[in-house]
């Protein structure tokens, strides 16, 4: 199956989440360049990473759900099962 066109990008400006009480020790960089793809809008992740976290740091890579389809990083929410538990840990999160 060929696409004639790439999808519209989501709203995906270059401004990340802004850290709430829930991320208090957590050290938030938003809007992350890690890759460009031919014709595509930049791909773009949120990193959170725990103040109290050693170098080098684990990262856990979250990846919303969506099935492709649609979804954001944006709405990936600190609150998740796993997130909460990785920060905790030391770990940073990467929500792609």
Known sequence: MSV????????????GPEPGPDLAGVRVRGGVEYARVPGFRPLRLDLYVPDAARRPTPV?????????????????????????????AGWAVAAV
């Open 4 to 15: 004639s066109q790439p999808f519209p990008p989501p709203y995906d400006d270059a401004a």
């Open 60 to 88: 856990v890579v979250y990846v919303h759900g969506g099935a492709f389809l649609g979804g954001s990083r944006r709405l990936t929410h600190p609150g998740t099962v796993i997130v909460p538990g990785a920060l905790a």
